[in-house]
Nanobody, 124 residues
């Protein structure tokens, strides 16, 4: 089992920045990769960014490429999402997730463990 706890959400004006953190505990040695997803009211959960735990290979959704940066600190078992130039359409609950197998990093069903989510609200 892997436990994930997100933090760092909040209210920010358009153009501002936030950094989300995801602290992992438990059997983290079994983790192949981690990712961030988000879900806005009335919409499906969508992929934001992913990173492989060992090699640090990153991938991003087109909508956040160039604005968001995913990173990790293996010593702290923590993943981050630095969000810059935020837009009102970035408003959503952001979830971190971990997957054991290689899988499709952009598909929610490929992930085995999920955090509880943290709210990000961007005002215009």
């Amino acid at each position: 089992q892997v436990q994930l706890v997100e933090s760092g959400g909040g209210l920010v004006q358009a153009g501002g920045s936030l950094r989300l953190s995801c602290a992992a505990s438990g059997r983290t040695v079994s983790t192949y990769g981690m990712g961030w997803f988000r879900q806005a009211p009335g919409k499906e959960r969508e992929f934001v960014a992913a990173i492989t735990w060992s090699a640090g290979i990153t991938n991003y959704a087109d909508s956040v490429k160039g604005r968001f940066t995913i990173s990790k600190d293996n010593a702290k078992n923590t993943m981050y999402l630095q969000m810059n130039s935020l837009k009102p359409e970035d408003t959503a609950v952001y979830y971190c997730a971990a997957r054991i197998l290689r899988g499709n990093f952009y598909t929610a069903s490929a992930y085995d463990y999920w955090g509880q989510g943290t709210q990000v609200t961007v005002s215009s």
